[in-house]
T-cell receptor, first 114, second 116 residues
Framework: NAGVTQTPKFQVLKTGQSMTLQCAQD?????MSWYRQDPGMGLRLIHY???????DQGEVPNGYNVSRSTTEDFPLRLLSAAPSQTSVYFC?????????????FGNGTRLTVT | AQKITQTQPGMFVQEKEAVTLDCTYD???????LFWYKQPSSGEMIFLIY??????QNATEGRYSLNFQKARKSANLVISASQLGDSAMYFC?????????????FGGGTRLMVKP
């Protein structure tokens, strides 16, 4: 099993450009999510999904869109990149419903917006 | 108010010694879970250990144990017999049962450096 796969690993954008961060998991997890990691702030939830066709906002959703057309894929779209979106982005999935089920993370995407 | 607080931005420990990484949390939900993750310099997030709020015993996983003090709302990670490979960032996180997004709330992290 590959687990959670994110692409690309690195990306540089100019302000105003758009792009999509890809995320796929092969564990048949219903729950998928996107976090961003900024220095000193831990990880913060951007958007999440509890199944195909269902998405919702997390703590810091502004400037990002998501969709969930299949169980496996959960892409994150930056509509018009801003320097404040420079961060490391993690996709994560888990078994839905169990309080103690841990999140399984992808290896992250380091995004720089100039 | 911050839900998860890690007060030690950085710590040193001598190889083979034990180290405790502090984590305090804030919740009014009686049902919650606490997690610790390790992030090495390569960047991936590795799940280490879990403690449920109703668990009677402290969780253990190999060299990792969780010192859970419910009344004090603390969930400290204890690493025994530190190894050079333990040098990393460590994050404490919490999930509350009535959390609409099943969100895992993270602390700011502690950077652990193991000295040879």
């Amino acid at each position: 099993n590959a687990g959670v796969t994110q692409t690309p690993k690195f990306q540089v954008l100019k302000t105003g450009q758009s792009m999509t961060l890809q995320c796929a998991q092969d564990m048949n997890h219903e729950y998928m999510s996107w976090y961003r990691q900024d220095p000193g702030m831990g990880l913060r939830l951007i958007h999440y999904s509890v199944g195909a066709g269902i998405t919702d906002q997390g703590e810091v959703p502004n400037g990002y869109n998501v969709s969930r057309s299949t169980t496996e894929d959960f892409p994150l779209r930056l509509l018009s990149a801003a320097p404040s979106q420079t961060s490391v982005y993690f996709c994560a999935s888990r078994i839905q419903g169990a309080l103690g089920s841990p999140l399984h993370f992808g290896n992250g995407t380091r995004l720089t917006v100039t | 108010a911050q839900k998860i607080t890690q007060t030690q931005p950085g710590m040193f420990v001598q190889e083979k010694e034990a180290v405790t990484l502090d984590c305090t949390y804030d919740t009014s939900d009686p049902s919650y879970g606490l997690f610790w993750y390790k992030q090495p310099s390569s960047g991936e997030m590795i799940f280490l250990i879990y403690q449920g709020s109703y668990d009677q015993q402290n969780a253990t996983e190999g060299r990792y144990s969780l010192n859970f003090q419910k009344a004090r709302k603390s969930a400290n990670l204890v690493i025994s017999a530190s190894q050079l490979g333990d040098s990393a960032m460590y994050f404490c996180a919490m999930r509350e049962s009535d959390n609409a997004g099943n969100m895992l709330t993270f602390g700011g992290g502690t950077r652990l450096m193991v000295k040879p």
